[in-house]
């Protein structure tokens, strides 16, 4: 049966980052994996989530990109900054990396990490007690995908890319995730193909289009290219079936 517009569940603004690092023959991407039970389940993904209301609180803690600059750039009219804001948060969170500068020590921070984690320290606040200037300027967007309208669970979702920065440690978080690698591109999706790791539709799509680059500027050059062009929505369809 055919869904009409007031059977189709809203779509969420959400956040993704492929985070890369420098190898020997192509960019390593960092993957996780989520449980089974969750959104994209047992499948492997890019660290991600949905944008907080806390994100749009935080404006006088970025640098590199502004609020008109963001709009202009994600095709909006309001609101983009929260899709960067939510894109840093959310990287933090999973993989501890922190796209930006702090007066804390490594350790402060990790600490800082395990309380968002746990709820028990606030997005606004943690930002303000270690003095965190959020590096917007890091992200570099490239896709923008909306979950089919079939599904029960859906995204409005923008794609970012992002280096990882000297001296920082990925690592996933064992409360959200079961597991992380870094692979490249052209290693995640043979691993699919041999049957070795499960992967999504917007995950391959995005490693396809990423396996090309051989190296990190390129892949940030191009990336730049697309912002300024236009990035395109992909609104796939697809019959019901599970989240």
């Known amino acids: 049966m055919t869904r009409t517009a007031t059977d189709i569940a809203p779509d969420r603004p959400s956040s993704t980052v492929v985070l890369a690092r420098e190898a020997e023959t192509a960019p390593e991407l960092f993957l996780v994996r989520r449980p089974a039970k969750a959104a994209f389940g047992a499948a492997y993904v890019f660290p991600g989530g949905v944008v907080d209301a ?22 909006l009219e309001d609101a983009g ?62 896709s923008h995908w909306i979950t089919p309208n079939a599904r029960r669970k859906r995204f409005t979702t923008r794609f970012f890319v992002a280096e990882l920065p000297p001296g920082q440690v990925a690592e996933h978080d064992p409360g959200e995730l079961t597991d992380s690698r ?12 041999a049957g070795d790791i499960e992967l999504r539709l917007p995950t391959v799509k995005t490693l396809e289009s990423l396996a090309p680059h051989r190296s990190i500027a390129d892949m940030i050059d191009w990336a730049r290219e697309r912002e300024q062009r236009g990035v395109e929505t992909i609104h796939p369809v697809m019959p019901p079936g599970p989240d």
Request: hydrophobic fraction near 45%; charge should be negative.
């Open 54 to 75: 806390t994100d749009a609180e935080v404006g006088n803690r970025c640098v590199g990109v502004d609020a008109t600059t963001a709009n202009e750039r994600l095709g």
């Open 81 to 142: 900054l929260d899709y960067y804001v939510a894109a840093v948060r959310e990287l933090f969170e999973e993989t501890g990396v922190l796209l930006g500068s702090f007066n804390g020590s490594g350790d402060e921070i990790a600490r800082c990490r395990q309380r968002l984690n746990a709820m028990s320290l606030g997005w606004p606040r943690f930002l303000d007690e270690q003095d965190v200037t959020l590096k917007l300027d890091a992200l570099h967007y490239f």
């Open 182 to 193: 870094w692979i490249t591109a052209e290693g995640a999706l043979a691993a699919a193909s």
